[in-house]
């Protein structure tokens, strides 16, 4: 997420053969991602103290968005190239770390390329990473 959409194509997009081709480019991937996630948990109630007392009233209000800190790493190549030179080198390697809430499904989150120029990226999620 902290990167462009076809940031990194293996160059198909600059080739005027490729043309307005819908693919990526790159013809093999490789991708790790990290998540964690905790509950951020809110009970309200307009006359209870006790949280455990506040279930199925229509005063209360039961709120649980989860905070996610995540990691992506990738890299790409193609076919002619080989794959073990193309992975072992750290230039090949792209980074980002982000974090956000998530609130069911729905989830707003933050994310920076730690490899590269780039600015902060937003991103809307509507339904969960994992």
């Known amino acids: ?66 905070f996610i ?7 790409a190549w193609d076919t002619e190239e080989n794959y073990w030179d193309h992975l072992t080198k750290s230039e090949n390697w792209v980074t980002d770390l982000g974090g956000g809430l998530a609130f069911g499904g729905l989830g707003f989150y933050l994310a920076y390329p730690l490899v590269g120029s780039g600015g902060l990226n937003f991103i809307v999620r509507l339904t969960a990473r994992f």
């Open 1 to 66: 997420p902290g990167y462009s959409m076809f940031q990194f194509d293996c160059g198909a997009h600059q080739d005027p053969g490729f043309g307005n081709a819908p693919g990526y480019g790159c013809q093999r991937f490789t991708v790790f991602q990290a998540e964690y996630r905790t509950a951020l948990n809110f009970h309200w109630h307009l006359d209870q103290d006790d949280p455990s007392q506040i279930s199925g009233d229509i005063f209360s209000i039961d709120f649980n968005p989860a």
């Open 69 to 75: 800190l995540l990691f992506n790493a990738g890299a």
